[in-house]
């Protein structure tokens, strides 16, 4: 099944979907986690915000696209109450996330409980449900973390360690922001030492650097390859990417998407966003240049419902 914020789905019903998106990033860390842990939200902030996405979505929509996967986790301020209303409104589907929802500081004030303290939270949210709004339990599709630049931290090992437990428990599929290639050596050395399967595992901004040696061997593991960033102005680096990672046959292995923050592009212009740029801009040029428009369409459709999919 494929959670979202309307309910658990079949696979099949998911469609052409977003595999990395942002309804609203949250700046605000006290709100942000004022919702998440006290389920609290701003009911009026939340009529206003919707003003500006609504209209994306139903773009996007006009468009062919069915699905979004929400990006932004906890602490980024995931407001389950404003995506359940949305995917309503818009009759889109969107998947929620856990993962990362406190300051990483806290790994120094409790190192030795750190993995185990968050896989058990991550494992309660899927249990009991990030939120129960109009009687519908919201439990998470994926969870969501962040890893910062450089040597891997302690905090982030002790997060990966906490995100395999938790994926182990679940089977939650685990969505990983890593913007340097050279960072993904020393996940796969975390990921072999917990026995993580990779196939639950996405490389979130594959394409940050696109490093051709690093992409082969994360595919090799059976990593998931997201060519996330997808924006105006990217196709033609975006599709030699991807034209690469098909030819070695890992095309099946890939979640696209263009990593908006859909308010933000929607408070700045509602008539000239740049939210359907994957389906106004990279689909038709990569049919101009030899990926054929249903193969994409098929990518987007197939990949997210089976890295979605949650078997437990």
Not at 154 to 172: I, Y
């Amino acid at each position: 099944m494929i959670y979202t914020v309307r309910g658990p789905i079949h696979k099949s019903q998911l469609g052409v979907t977003l595999g990395h998106e942002h309804m609203k990033w949250e700046d605000d860390e006290s709100h942000a986690n004022t919702m998440y842990l006290d389920k609290r939200y701003k009911e009026e902030e939340i009529l206003s915000d919707k003003n500006y996405i609504l209209p994306i979505l139903l773009d996007m929509k006009a468009r062919g696209g069915m699905s979004v996967a929400e990006a932004s986790p906890p602490i980024g301020g995931q407001n389950v109450r404003l995506l359940k209303l949305l995917s309503e409104q818009a009759d889109i589907h969107i998947i929620p996330c856990t993962g990362w929802n406190m300051t990483k500081k806290l790994y120094d004030v409790f190192p030795m409980q750190f993995e185990e303290q968050l896989a058990n939270r991550w494992i309660k949210d899927f249990k009991d449900g990030l939120d129960t709004i109009d009687g519908v339990v919201i439990r998470p599709g994926h969870i969501k973390l962040l890893l910062d630049k450089g040597d891997l931290s302690m905090a982030d090992k002790g997060m990966l360690v906490a995100a395999v437990k938790a994926s182990k428990e679940t089977g939650l599929p685990i969505h990983c922001h890593i913007m340097e290639a050279k960072m993904v050596l020393q996940v796969i050395q975390v990921l072999d030492a917990e026995g993580a399967d990779y196939h639950k595992f996405l490389w979130a901004h594959a394409d940050k650097e696109a490093d051709k040696v690093i992409i082969k061997l994360a595919a090799e593991k059976g990593m998931w390859l997201g060519i996330d960033s997808i924006r105006r102005g990217t196709s033609p680096v975006k599709y030699e990417l991807l034209k690469n990672i098909i030819s070695l046959n890992y095309g099946h292995k890939v979640l696209l998407s263009q990593d908006y923050d859909f308010y933000s592009e929607g408070k700045e212009s509602l008539t000239t966003h740049p939210c359907t740029t994957i389906f106004d801009e990279f689909i038709p040029y990569c049919a101009e240049h030899g990926i054929d428009k249903q193969v994409i369409i098929g990518m987007m459709t197939e990949n997210p419902a089976n890295f979605y999919d949650v078997k437990n």
